[in-house]
Nanobody, 125 residues
Framework: QVQLVESGGGLVQAGGSLRLSCTAS????????MGWFRQAPAKEREFVAA????????YADSVKGRFTISFRDNAKNTVYLQMNSLKPEDTAVYYC??????????????????WGIGTLVTVSS
């Protein structure tokens, strides 16, 4: 099993920044893709960003240019999501996700094998 633990959520004013972290432990693999999804109140979960083990990054159109996903180091078991120019519509519970990359569409629509419990990001106007 793989455990994912998120941190870094909180309350920030519009225009501000936050950095989320997610650390994987257990039976991890250096070939896993890691990413982030979010779910706002009364909305469905949506893809935010992901990074493959080779360093290829993917972003939702709504966050492109504002959010950056990266690995902490070559160990690739910790991923960061740097969120800049935050907007009230970014308010959501953010979930870390990791696992085998199948296809981009599959990842965006269903996520990968493992999920964290989420961290709340609230952006005030």
């Amino acid at each position: 099993q793989v455990q994912l633990v998120e941190s870094g959520g909180g309350l920030v004013q519009a225009g501000g920044s936050l950095r989320l972290s997610c650390t994987a432990s257990g039976r991890t693999s250096s070939s896993y893709t890691m990413g982030w999804f979010r779910q706002a109140p009364a909305k469905e979960r949506e893809f935010v960003a992901a990074i493959s083990w080779t360093g290829v990054t993917y972003y939702a159109d709504s966050v492109k240019g504002r959010f950056t996903i990266s690995f902490r180091d070559n160990a690739k078991n910790t991923v960061y999501l740097q969120m800049n120019s935050l907007k009230p519509e970014d308010t959501a519970v953010y979930y870390c996700n990791a696992g085998r990359f199948v296809t981009l569409a599959t990842m965006k629509n269903y996520g990968m094998d493992y999920w964290g419990i989420g961290t709340l990001v609230t952006v005030s106007s």
